[in-house]
């Protein structure tokens, strides 16, 4: 299937300017961008009106089923949120509940241009179930927490949940599946589960994600009672030693940002979740400037309360410069590859997150003819400070048209739509 | 004419809890609140299907015609923004430049779910004729602006335009349209100016529209140079005797809150603007605990780059969660009021901004049935924290629906779009 988005525009760092181009898309892969049109036929030709094509966003921090607590106990303290809502709330889950809380959430961000998402959480199956149902692109992973120091790693099974659904799913849906090892937090492991699941990961040769100095007293805490920083932990532990996404980071130190950068740790920067959990603002400017990898995350709806990369990266872009007090301290086209390239780049997939011959054909086209984009004056700052979630008109995960102009082509929306309603009316009875 | 909203659900502070609720609105104003349906026939029911009947938005701080310049410049610092981008493009103003540019602002404002703004500007008569056909209401003033202390305040052609702007188009269109005074801020006029221009405010009996305290810049220089701080400077000058909405005050101390309070002067709160152009994050949780009557604004589109009421509600609500590390910093509820009522209440228009019998019918339907809203265990936290400006499916003003399910019935959106693409694209010739 051959497939010409006609009279695009790119963003700018593709070099073409204010100019319109055409894009092929062969089956998975982009074929070809150019000025000129490309030569042979296309199955479908998509007229762009002069509208943005950019690459589809990727979601680097996410607990996907979480959708099922959207506005479960806002404006509440991170302790009672989660001592009073969210912990006894997850002590209901189950396969369904996870299943439809998986698919709400995938609608959501395929919706808001999302192609892929890394995802921490329980019942891995249902969300593995979702992901190939809906055409999306995941690295899912079992959120492993160990507080026995006599832990038998061997016979845990929380990490054998983890590697149960690495074998079982691991590349599954032409690799559009993948499965990472996780360990939660450094406050809520113990060493030696820290040291046996970042062996693990390397054995089987996956990433890892964990959560990394989110709040100031979980960053504190560490340092007292282990003498060191949570970052200095992790690595002490081996962890770091294979690819990992480390969500937050909103603590760190300037130490921890060298050990991140040196180690080639990608960081997951969820801007919305900080602030409205009240951790705070996670240093962006020192550790672009340092090389680190800055991916943007959503966490799960229950944080935030939506899963829409293009709203962290409007958060993030704005934040950074007021709390530095410089408007120059972000830049829009920075805040489009946090979105796109560095969330694949955090995920280990290669040729992804680019307009460009021979990538995987992630794309979405924003419409620039809507009343809140006009007049554009570039097409980065159109779509970092100015474009609507409904703005995305097309939504292409591997080359397959996922969304349209307002229509799933993947999921039977109102059929989900219904069954989910009723899964969560029925949570708490 | 008599609509009435079957089966909705209004914010949580009207009593009725997650329940459905019926609203008839009479002509330009709002007949009956009630679980019951109400007696009488309508012309014409809307189903609500479950969805939110809030107040519609109120904008405090605009300058409309400035989406002629969305993008144009961004992520530069302010004083290359302005003197290099602002202030040029500005010299090339015009009635018709800002005609369009003003009903593009309305026109996004009402998709936006807005129904209401304040405006400093220049080419009144273009603003006014736009707000005039599309059916919303503003305050709108003329920007003034004075650097001479000899100034001949009776013959000053800025003053004249501001005054004359009042006896054209004060009261007109049913009072839908309101003409305030305005100094531009402390920094940017003479004390003599500011004196008149509050005595003139007084004498007429209208309102005054200023900037205040936006930059630590400008309010620490005016300490230097008057010996006292912006806030003490505009009260020195009379200027708070009348109703003032003060934008920005990012700046005040704990004794110029006092002032404003004591005054009754309105703030209208900027969070996009502020960070955009870095300058800083405004005390919010000290002025409403002060009593100050705060509302929204989002500035002009040059420095946000939207016009979106809501977005700038989800913003404040979450900056200063993180900016003062209490989850519980702020309430949606206090988020919602700040939207709508306070806004009302800022531009002197009573019986505006609440859903309640009596009050005039600015309403806006927001859908609860897309995925990003799904489940609702909260209408408040939905609206603050998840909705997109898309799920706005009506906004009426005055009891007339403006905008219905993507259509506009006010304004010929495709036309007026044509027309001002084309003076946008020779704007600089």
């Given amino acids: 299937m051959k497939i010409l988005f006609k009279n695009v525009h790119l963003p700018e760092e593709y070099g073409f300017g ?30 762009g009106q002069g509208n943005l094509l950019a690459p589809a966003f990727y979601n680097a921090h996410c607990h996907s089923a979480m959708t ?59 969300t593995a179930r979702a992901v190939g149902e809906c055409g999306v692109k995941a690295n899912i992973s079992r959120s492993v927490v160990s507080f026995d120091p006599d832990l038998d790693v061997l016979t ?30 450094e406050y809520s492991n113990v060493e030696k589960c820290c040291r046996y699941v970042g062996e693990l990961a390397k054995d089987l040769g996956t990433g890892i994600q964990l959560h990394l100095s989110e709040t100031k007293s979980e960053h504190e805490k560490c340092i007292a009672e282990r003498g060191m920083t949570p970052a200095e932990f992790f690595e002490s532990t081996g962890v770091f030693d294979v690819p990992v996404t480390a969500a937050h980071c909103v603590w760190v130190s300037d130490s921890d940002i060298k050990i991140l950068a040196d180690k080639g740790v990608s960081v997951a920067h969820n801007p919305v979740s900080n602030l409205k959990l009240a951790s705070g603002i996670m240093p962006y400017n020192k550790m672009r400037d340092a ?30 410069k007021g709390n530095t007090y410089s408007a120059c301290a972000t830049r829009a086209s920075d805040m489009i590859k946090c979105a796109t390239e560095n969330g694949a780049r955090a995920q280990g997939r290669e040729k992804c997150g680019r307009v460009e011959v021979g990538y995987n054909a ?5 419409n620039m003819n809507s009343v809140n984009n006009i007049p554009v004056f570039s097409y980065d700052s159109a779509l970092t400070y100015s474009a609507c979630e409904s703005d995305i008109l ?11 102009y307002g229509e799933y082509t993947s999921i039977d929306i109102e059929k989900i739509t219904a069954e989910a309603k009723d899964v969560f009316a029925h949570y708490f009875d």
Avoid at 24 to 41: H, M, Q, R, T
Avoid at 110 to 115: E, F, H, R, S, T
Avoid at 161 to 185: Q, T
Avoid at 362 to 366: F, Q
Wanted: proline share 1%.
């Fill in 18 to 47: 204010m100019g319109s181009v055409n894009v092929l898309v062969n089956d998975k892969i982009i074929a070809y961008v150019g000025k000129d049109l490309p030569s042979g036929e296309a199955d479908r030709i998509i007229e």
């Fill in 291 to 320: 090389g680190i990898n800055i991916a943007l995350g959503t966490d799960g709806v229950a944080s935030n309360n939506k899963l829409s990369v293009l709203r962290e990266m409007q958060y993030a872009a704005l934040i950074h």
């Fill in 362 to 366: 992630d794309l979405i086209l924003v």
């Fill in 394 to 404: 097309i939504t292409m995960c591997d080359g397959r048209i996922l969304y349209e």
């Fill in 156 to 185: 845990d099974s929380r990490i054998k949940e983890g590697l149960d659904a690495y074998n079982k799913w691991h590349n599954e849906f032409d690799g559009r599946l993948r499965v990472d090892m996780s360990v939660h937090a």
């Fill in 68 to 126: 099922l607590f959207r506005g479960y106990g806002d404006d509440l303290a991170l302790r009672e949120w989660l001592d009073t809502k969210i912990l006894p709330a997850e002590e209901l889950l189950n396969d369904t509940r996870v299943y439809y809380g998986s698919v709400m959430a995938i609608a959501e961000m395929i919706k808001n241009g999302v192609v892929s998402f890394s995802d921490m959480y329980f019942f891995l199956d249902s």
